[in-house]
């Protein structure tokens, strides 16, 4: 069965980075892309950015353009999301989901999500 | 890219229906069929309800359905259910090449 496996939980103090990895199975990774959004407490849910896994072409929300870089390893099927200079309101669940595209690459829709990966930025 | 507008809260008894609007602009929901909602409980993840404006997964119950005219996507839940008592998303691309989430809607099941 198709699952994203998501990385544990960490704790940061402002001005460092993170690194959330997300490992894909079920499925052929470098067919479909992955999309990264997180949920802020008692805020909704925020897309970060996309990642196509065959090309490794990115695109970022422009909230988080400069602080954010989305990876991949296709040897191992694992998507990577690192966050620099991170703030307290940084602080979020973070998760990875499958892309299912449109014709033209568009981002239709997230059909696949991770479990969620809980990062907190505190001094 | 200014959030999708959705409403804060909806409530409805069990056994009714009830309709979440999603209001965007002619850059996103306006611009392509490529809404999408998902069902979002507490400290789990969220779940792909209806993809592009009014396509179901396999497993999605069809109490759940989609539609959208012009800048405005909605989606209407019939037959409430307890189970269907969670926040609720939509979201677009844009024509920026990006993705907008709306600002979810809480649903009651009273």
């Known amino acids: 069965q198709i699952q994203l496996l998501q990385s544990g939980a960490e704790v940061k103090k402002p001005g460092a980075s993170v690194k959330v990895s997300c490992k894909a199975s079920?499925?052929?990774?470098?067919?479909?892309?992955i999309t990264w959004v997180r949920q802020t407490p008692g805020q909704g849910l925020e897309w970060m950015g996309w990642i196509n896994t065959h090309s490794g072409n990115t695109i970022y929300a422009q909230k988080l353009q400069g602080r954010v870089t989305l990876t991949t390893d296709t040897s191992t099927s694992t998507a990577y999301m690192e966050l620099r200079s991170l703030r307290s309101d940084d602080t979020a669940v973070y998760y990875c989901?499958?892309?299912?595209?449109?014709?033209?690459?568009?981002?239709?829709?997230?059909?696949?999500w991770g479990q969620g990966t809980q990062v907190a930025v505190s001094s | 890219q200014s959030a999708l507008t959705q409403p804060a809260s909806v409530s409805g008894s069990p056994g009714q229906s009830i309709t979440i609007s999603c209001t965007g602009t002619s850059s996103d929901v306006g611009a392509y069929n490529f809404v999408s909602w998902y069902q979002h409980h507490p400290v789990k993840a969220p779940k792909l309800m209806i993809y592009?404006?009014?396509n179901r997964p396999s497993g999605v119950s069809d109490r759940f359905s989609g539609s959208k005219s012009g800048n405005t996507a909605s989606l209407t839940i019939s037959g409430l259910q307890a189970e269907d008592e969670a926040d609720y998303y939509c979201?677009?691309?844009?024509?920026?090449?990006?993705?907008?989430f709306g600002g979810g809607t809480k649903l009651t099941v009273l």
């Open positions: 592009e404006v009014s």
């Open positions: 979201t677009s691309y844009t024509t920026s090449s990006t993705v907008v």
């Open positions: 989901a499958r892309v299912g595209a449109g014709p033209y690459d568009e981002i239709a829709f997230f059909d696949y």
């Open positions: 079920g499925y052929t990774f470098t067919n479909y892309p």
